[in-house]
């Protein structure tokens, strides 16, 4: 409950807090919403001496249309994205996953840039973000530079945010026209992480799959791009031997802990069952778009 002592730092650019952040290296943590670090901390598991807080910087708040892209700063909370009638319209699939996201305390707080940079494999927004193709702008003292999400995984806590890293905002291709998404949650409760999930983004041409993206949230140490599996789907229609076969794929990349929320075999099946459902809602929402 008591975490241990730390100074507090409250920059007012983006800027500022990138020379922070450089100058206190490995001893210094930036803080967003503080709904997973805070915890950590208060257990010792996490023990930094510098906490620089980001709320107080305007660059890193608001989400809106750049070009072909919608763009969401790190700092805009998950509240906030519920609320967003950007999102609302072009983007509904943020609203309700974000809605599956721990409880209303918790979303006024937790940020999308603390989700995805967290690297916490129970965290839902990562698997949607590499299914919708994003690209996670991060600034550093050397300028700023883009990954895909798709690349920013590498295990359990282990990212590819460099050292004086952080994440400014998150770029998101606008979806065509005739694009379905959908993301299917399965939890124990409210405020749980996800015994299994899956986020699918698809379009259809007649009744065949033109594009599909299939993700993967807490069936492995990080979460999962299923390549193959969105492959698969393309050129198919979602009958139901199709869907079985994409989600047998899906399955056979997952390797789940397991744990309280039941063994991995049982993690693996609901994996699949996850990616049936959100491919064939994903389908049912592409032919309505
Ligand atoms: C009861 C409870 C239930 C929850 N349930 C869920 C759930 O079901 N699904 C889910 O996805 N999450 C869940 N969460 C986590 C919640 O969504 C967190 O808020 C979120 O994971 C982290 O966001 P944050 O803004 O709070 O980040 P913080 O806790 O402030 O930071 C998390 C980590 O990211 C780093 N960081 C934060 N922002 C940046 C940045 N811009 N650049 C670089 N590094 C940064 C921090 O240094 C820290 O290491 C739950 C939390 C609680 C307390």
Request: hydrophobic share 50%; net charge negative; aromatic share 4%.
């Amino acid at each position: 409950m008591i975490p241990g002592p730390f100074t507090f730092h409250r920059p007012s650019s983006l800027t500022d807090a990138v020379t922070l952040l450089a100058a206190l290296g490995d001893d210094a943590r930036p803080l967003a919403g503080g709904h997973s670090l805070i915890p950590m901390m208060k257990l010792r598991m996490a023990a930094p001496e510098h906490l620089i807080d980001l709320a107080g910087i305007a660059e890193l708040k608001g989400v809106r249309e750049d070009g072909d892209a919608i763009v969401i700063g790190a700092g805009v909370t998950q509240a906030e994205m519920v609320r967003s009638e950007l999102l609302a319209t072009k983007l509904p699939v943020i609203r309700e996953t974000s809605l599956l996201i721990a409880d209303p305390q918790v979303r006024y707080m937790g940020t999308l840039g603390g989700n995805v940079a967290n690297g916490d494999p129970g965290n839902d927004m990562p698997a949607l973000m590499m299914a919708l193709d994003a690209a996670y702008v991060l600034e550093g003292v050397a300028g700023e530079r883009r990954i895909a999400a798709r690349d920013f995984y590498n295990g359990a806590y282990d990212t590819a945010l460099g050292p004086g890293e952080i994440l400014a905002s998150v770029r998101i291709p606008i979806p065509p026209a005739g694009q379905g998404a959908a993301y299917e949650k399965l939890k124990r409760k409210i405020g749980d992480y996800a015994t299994a999930a899956a986020a699918v983004v698809l379009t259809l041409k007649g009744d065949a799959v033109a594009g599909c993206a299939i993700a993967l949230t807490n069936v492995a140490d990080r979460p999962l791009f299923a390549e193959d599996a969105s492959a698969a789907a393309i050129g198919a229609t979602l009958d139901t031997a199709t869907v079985k076969r994409v989600a047998e794929l899906a399955k056979a990349i997952t390797d789940p802990a397991a744990d309280g929320r039941g063994p991995a075999d049982y993690r693996r099946e609901m994996a699949g069952v996850m990616v049936a459902r959100a491919l064939l809602k994903a389908a049912s929402r592409a032919k309505g778009a």
